[in-house]
């Protein structure tokens, strides 16, 4: 059975940093492509960033460019969000996602093959 666990989301002010963290199992971690997606209250589910299987092709929604980086560890089947410079329109449920094939585009939620639960994240003074 497929898992992925999100957690390090929380209630943070206007330009403070988290770093959210994905751990999958019951997949080949090592062979799946990894993206974040978010889910702000009223909105629909919206691409953040995806990661390639072997972490040397990144690919980032506008919004987030420049202030959210993703990254992997293989060995610990790990997916990161980091974010920084964090905004009030930030605010949202943030899930991890896998799917067999990369493209350096922004996913569509159809793409995915495997989701997690969400952690939240609020940005607010």
């Known amino acids: 059975q497929v898992q992925l666990v999100e957690s390090g989301g929380g209630l943070v002010q206007p330009g403070d940093s988290l770093r959210l963290s994905c751990v999958a199992s019951?997949?080949?971690?090592?062979?799946?492509?990894m993206g974040w997606f978010r889910q702000a209250p009223g909105k629909e589910r919206e691409f953040v960033a995806n990661?390639?299987?072997?972490?040397?092709?990144?690919y980032y929604a506008d919004a987030v460019q420049g202030r959210f980086t993703i990254s992997r560890d293989n060995a610990q089947n790990t997916l990161y969000l980091q974010m920084n410079t964090l905004k009030p329109e930030d605010t949202a449920v943030y899930y991890c996602?896998?799917?067999?094939?990369?493209?350096?585009?922004?996913?569509?939620?159809?793409?995915?093959?495997?989701w997690g639960k969400g952690t939240l994240v609020a940005v607010s003074s």
């Open positions: 019951g997949l080949s971690f090592r062979t799946n492509a």
């Open positions: 990661m390639h299987e072997t972490g040397v092709r990144k």
């Open positions: 996602a896998a799917r067999t094939v990369y493209y350096p585009v922004a996913w569509n939620t159809g793409d995915m093959n495997y």
